[in-house]
């Protein structure tokens, strides 16, 4: 189990994140409000909706801060995916059942004084709207006392579309 005690992003990390940010003005027509309300120190869980594959890129890449994100297991064991939510410090979940391990692994982030990032509907939603949230998340929430804050995805889904057509999302 990892420990977050004193974490300083790696190398690998500090690097991609800064080709994310080159990619993301590149590609991404971005437009992210409200990052005032992640606290610049201490825990807190930032939790959103899930509607591309390129959430978790603008959490990981786009975010002032380092942030934690829990990834599901089979994201781990992906040939191209699982180097990267390395990378990132990523950590497993197994979805669909109380996985006491990422519960622990949570807990230690936020002690650690870390953002965690968390998609409480535990998948993508292919329509965009918002799933029922999974128990996970109020567990965390209530063990670790650290505030939570919102953020909503918009438009993320056009990204595989505009590539293609050589257009910023």
Do not use: C
Not at 124 to 139: D, V
Not at 146 to 164: C, L, Q, S, W
């Amino acid at each position: 189990m990892r420990d977050y005690t004193n974490y300083h992003p790696s190398p690998r990390r500090r690097i991609l994140t800064a080709a994310l940010r080159s990619v993301g003005k590149i590609v991404l027509d971005m437009k992210i409000t409200g990052v005032e309300n992640i606290p610049p120190t201490g825990h807190a869980i930032l939790i959103s909706n899930h509607i591309s594959f390129l959430d978790p890129v603008i959490i990981v890449g786009m975010l002032p801060r380092p942030v934690i994100p829990m990834s599901k297991i089979e994201n781990f064991e992906d040939k191209l995916l699982g180097p990267l939510v390395r990378a990132f410090d990523a950590f497993p979940v197994q979805r669909g059942e109380a996985d006491r391990q990422a519960l622990q692994a949570s807990l230690r982030v936020l002690e650690a004084g870390l953002p965690l990032w968390i998609s409480p509907e535990g998948t993508r939603s292919e329509s965009g709207q918002l799933k029922r949230g999974l128990n996970g998340l109020a567990f965390i929430a209530t063990r670790s006392g650290a505030p939570i804050v919102p953020i909503a995805f918009i438009g993320t889904p056009d990204f595989k579309h505009n590539i293609r057509r050589i257009k910023r999302t």
